[in-house]
């Protein structure tokens, strides 16, 4: 148990419907990552958050957007959802704001199909 | 754009055999780290390197960052079973900011 949480983790919509997938940090961590992960191919980095503010922003279509929380819990909505979007969405967080030799602790990941 | 790639993509291999995993990219990287995945699972850390040249072990796996620090491989001894799984790398961070690029992937599949 990674310490990270993350709800739903299976979730089966429509094309272009609107989704939120949410994200527990492990206790005392401040970043949150968010990634996607599709047919069993490597991550792709989509957004980070550091304690409340966006820190980075890799390929997340203007379709798609997050947010971290006073609490620290992260939420990443996905709007106007096409077929390509199915897959898996993964969370991770660390203690450290620069990921140089911190480890990222990744959630069960969320699994979005979309029909 | 995918500055991490890793080969092979797929590798299915007997008990017992060596295998390495290589990790390539024209970007230099301030570390690089290695994760393994498992069906239904997040990435969970295996190392991390930080400096150009280092040789890590780890049981029976090693891990070697390049002395440029733009690539990285990870040699299993008499692979079991157990290792069988997703093998990612990632570097960063990337100059100014704080992502956590990762590779292309590698399916490993360890028959008894």
């Known amino acids: 148990d990674s310490g990270v949480t993350q709800t739903p983790k299976h979730l089966i919509t429509a094309t272009g419907q609107r989704v939120t997938l949410r994200c527990s940090p492990r206790?005392?961590?401040?970043?949150v990552y968010w990634y996607q992960q599709s047919l069993d191919q490597g991550l792709q980095f989509l957004i980070q958050y550091y304690n409340g503010e966006e820190r980075a922003k890799g390929n997340i279509l203007e379709r798609f957007s997050a947010q971290q929380f006073p609490d620290l819990h992260s939420e990443l909505n996905l709007s106007s959802l096409e077929l390509g979007d199915s897959a898996l969405y993964f969370c991770?967080?660390?203690?450290?704001?620069?990921?140089?030799?911190?480890?990222?602790?990744f959630g069960e990941g969320s699994r979005l199909t979309v029909l | 754009t995918q500055l991490l790639e890793q080969s092979p993509q797929f590798l299915s291999i007997q008990e017992g055999e060596n295998l390495t995993v290589y990790c390539n990219s024209s970007s230099v990287f301030s570390s690089l780290q290695w994760y393994r995945q498992e069906p239904g699972e997040g990435p969970v850390l295996l190392v991390t390197v930080v400096t150009g040249g280092e040789v890590k072990k780890l049981k029976r796996l090693t891990f070697q960052f390049g002395d440029a620090r733009k690539d990285s491989s990870l040699h299993i001894t008499a692979a079991q079973p157990g290792d069988t799984g997703l093998y990612l790398c990632a570097g960063g961070p990337l100059r100014g900011t704080d992502k956590l690029i990762f590779g292309t992937g590698t399916r490993l599949q360890v028959f008894p």
């Open positions: 991770a967080s660390s203690t450290r704001r620069i990921t140089n030799t911190g480890e990222l602790f």
């Open positions: 206790s005392g961590d401040l970043s």
